[in-house]
T-cell receptor
Framework: KAGVTQTPRYLIKTRGQQVTLSCSPI?????VSWYQQTPGQGLQFLFE???????NKGNFPGRFSGRQFSNSRSEMNVSTLELGDSALYLC?????????????FGEGSRLTVL | KNQVEQSPQSLIILEGKNCTLQ??????????LRWYKQDTGRGPVSLTI?????NTKSNGRYTATLDADTKQSSLHITASQLSDSASYIC???????????FGKGTKLSVKP
């Protein structure tokens, strides 16, 4: 069974640009969640999608947005990039059980903002 | 405020030795507690998930304990191997929205 696939793995952008990251979950999983990981803050929850609907959202500004398609693939977008957005962005898929569902993480997309 | 605190921040041990990592949380209400292992440059991998009623759970050489009364958890690694070198992250699901709240992790280095 293929794991969670994130693309691109690495990217470099400049301040003010926008970026779109993609996540393909494990086959059969309908929940996809996104996380930001930085050395200072650790892992922080961004948002979660289940069956194309945003089910939960963390405390991030509106520049961070996401969506999920009918095939469960998900994208997240960050607009008007800031230096502080440099981070590893991780996506995880699960079977959708909110409280007990096991999370399977991808390898992440490392974003550098110059 | 819902928080997860881990200690120590970093730890160096010799191969073959045991070690214990600590996690204290103030998350309420509590749903479950998870331990993840994250190798450098990779995504986290789940080790254990424990609910309120479970106080011990093992996964090979990894044993997690949970004391829901004192809101403390520990991860014990037995007979460490070089491949155990990684960050170990404690995560609590809970709070009013049932979100995942992450600790900042303990970086473990196992030396030969």
């Amino acid at each position: 069974k293929a794991g969670v696939t994130q693309t691109p793995r690495y990217l470099i952008k400049t301040r003010g640009q926008q970026v779109t990251l993609s996540c393909s979950p494990i086959s059969g999983h309908r929940s996809v969640s996104w996380y930001q990981q930085t050395p200072g803050q650790g892992l922080q929850f961004l948002f979660e999608y289940f069956s194309e609907t945003q089910r939960n959202k963390g405390n991030f500004p509106g520049r961070f947005s996401g969506r999920q398609f009918s095939n469960s693939r998900s994208e997240m977008n960050v607009s008007t990039l800031e230096l502080g957005d440099s981070a590893l962005y991780l996506c995880a898929s699960s079977d959708g059980q909110v409280y007990t569902g096991e999370l399977f993480f991808g390898e992440g997309s490392r974003l550098t903002v110059l | 405020k819902n928080q997860v605190e881990q200690s120590p921040q970093s730890l160096i041990i010799l191969e073959g030795k045991n070690c214990t990592l600590q996690c204290n949380y103030t998350v309420s209400p509590f749903s479950n507690l998870r331990w993840y292992k994250q190798d450098t440059g990779r995504g986290p991998v789940s080790l254990t998930i424990m609910t309120f009623s479970e106080n011990t759970k093992s996964n090979g050489r990894y044993t997690a304990t949970l004391d829901a009364d004192t809101k403390q958890s520990s991860l014990h690694i037995t007979a460490s191997q070089l491949s155990d070198s990684a960050s170990y992250i404690c995560v609590v699901r809970g709070g009013s929205q049932g979100n995942l709240i992450f600790g900042k992790g303990t970086k473990l280095s196992v030396k030969p």
